[in-house]
C-alpha cells in the first residue's frame, strides 16, 4: 500500500482511549431502502452517541493525549459537530474547551456546544474565517490548536469505523463517505486500501461546497471562494494539502451531487430507515439516486455521520416525508 500519514496500527490502539459509547456503532442491512435505489444497502449508524456524530472517535483520541501531557486547554473551528466533540471529550478529562464557529452555523449545534460546557466564540463569516480565529486564539493563549483532518488523530480516530465494517462484514463492494475536510474519507479509505483493497471508496460532496472533490479530480489544491449548499457540515473552502495528499491514495472517486438530491436522501432515511439526518450524512443516498446505472447490483455501505439538524430547517427540507415516495 501506498504511504499515507496514518497509521494502521495506530488506529487499531485508538479504540482503546475511545469511550466505548462511541464504538462498535449499528451496522445493519437496510432492505427497505433497496427496491427504491436498486442495490443492496447497509448503514453504518453513527449517530446513536451523545454528540450524534462521528467527530467524537477523533476527539477522543486528542484529548486522551492532551491529558496525558499535562495540557489543560483546547480550542478548535467548528460547523458544529466537531466542538460538540471536543467540548464532551474534553469535559471528561478536564481541558478547558473553545469553539469558534460561525454565528450562522446551526443554532442546535451551537446550544449543543454551550450545554457541554465549553466556551464559544462566534464569528460574522463562514467556516473558514472561524478557522483563521481558531488559530488567533491557539497562539494568542499558548494552547492546543485541533484541527479536524489535519490533526491526524482525527483522521485515525475516524478511522475505526473502518476497521469495524472490515470486522463485521463479509461481503460489500462499495462504501460511500461524505467528503469534507477528509478526516472520514481518508480515515475510512485508508483502512479499505489496507485490509479490504477490493471495496471501492468512492467520496460525495455537494455540488456547492466542490473544493476537495475539484481538487482531488485536478491532483492539485483548489479552492472556492463561497459555498451555498445545506450541508454545512462539509462546506469547506479551502482544502489541506496534506489530507489531499492522502485522499488520492486511499480515494478510487469523488463524485459531487445536487441539492435536491441531499433532501430527498434525507426523505428516503425518514420513510424508509426511520432516520432523522442532518444533510451531510445523505450524501452516500444521494449518489446512488443520481446514479442508479453505476450501483446496480452492488452492496454498497453508506456511513450516515450525523443528525445533527435543526428541526424547523429539516421540516422545511424534508417537508411531508409521508407524501414523498421515491
Known sequence: MLETRLDTARIRSARRVIDPIFLDTPLYRCEALEPHLGCAVSIKLETANPVRSFKARGTEVVASLLADRGSRAAVCASAGNLGQALAWSGRGRGLDVTVVASRFATVAKLDRIRALGARLELVDGDHELARERAAAVAQRDGIRLVEDSLDIET????????????????????????????????????????????????????????????????????????????????????????????????????????????????????????????????????????????????????????????????????????????
Not at 178 to 207: D, F, S, W
Not at 215 to 236: L, N, Y
Request: glycine share 10%; net charge negative; proline share 3%.
Open 155 to 326: 483522521c485515525e480516530g475516524a478511522a475505526t469505523i473502518g476497521l469495524e465494517l472490515v470486522e463485521a462484514m463479509a461481503s460489500f463492494d462499495t462504501v460511500l463517505i461524505a467528503l469534507g475536510g477528509g478526516a472520514l474519507a481518508t480515515g475510512v479509505g485508508h483502512v479499505m486500501k489496507a485490509l479490504a483493497p477490493g471495496v471501492e471508496v468512492i467520496c460525495v460532496q455537494p455540488q456547492g461546497a466542490p473544493a476537495m472533490t475539484l481538487s482531488w479530480r485536478r491532483r492539485r489544491v483548489v479552492s472556492t471562494d463561497s459555498t451555498d449548499t445545506i450541508a454545512d457540515g462539509v462546506a469547506g473552502r479551502h482544502p489541506i494539502p496534506a489530507v489531499l495528499d492522502d485522499l488520492l491514495l486511499t480515494a478510487d472517486d469523488a463524485v459531487l451531487v445536487q441539492e435536491k438530491s441531499i433532501t430527498a436522501g434525507m426523505r428516503m432515511l425518514l420513510d424508509h430507515a426511520g432516520l432523522v439526518v442532518e444533510p451531510s450524512a445523505a450524501l452516500g443516498i444521494a449518489a446512488v439516486l443520481e446514479d442508479r446505472d453505476r450501483f446496480a447490483g452492488r452492496h454498497i455501505v453508506t456511513i450516515v455521520c450525523g443528525s445533527n439538524v435543526d428541526v424547523d430547517a429539516y421540516r422545511r427540507w424534508v417537508g411531508a416525508a409521508g407524501h414523498h415516495r421515491s
